[in-house]
């Protein structure tokens, strides 16, 4: 098991609460692949995006702390890239001493 970390962007023109129901999509959707959203999502809210990206100024921000196998991610970035409602994510492999400082995995 991995630990990552998984920045979302929703798109702006979402109202409040379906941005919300995308954070329980995103982590149903980790779940079913075998991995595990470790703690709640860090909702940053709606803010102001540094670039227009599709024609959108703003967006919902979401940061993920997730410990999944390795490649179980691919096919949850994979459903990222075709919808239209996401309109950019990050994963980032964590360092493993950066993983056992956040308690996701146990330091060996």
Do not use: C
């Not at 982590?27 to 692949?33: N, P, Q, R, Y």
């Amino acid at each position: 098991m991995r630990a990552y970390e998984l920045m979302v962007i929703i798109s702006g023109k979402l109202e409040e609460s379906n941005a919300h129901g995308w954070l329980k999509s995103i982590s149903a959707s980790i779940t079913s692949v075998g991995g595990s959203v470790h703690g709640n999502p860090d909702w940053w809210g709606k803010r102001r995006l540094a670039y227009p990206i599709q024609k959108q100024d703003d967006g919902y921000y979401a940061v993920f702390n997730v410990v999944a196998p390795a490649g179980a991610l691919d096919e949850v970035e994979r459903g990222f890239r075709l919808s239209d409602d996401v309109l950019r994510h990050k994963l980032l492999r964590l360092p493993d001493d950066e993983a056992a400082r956040r308690g996701m995995v146990s330091a060996a």
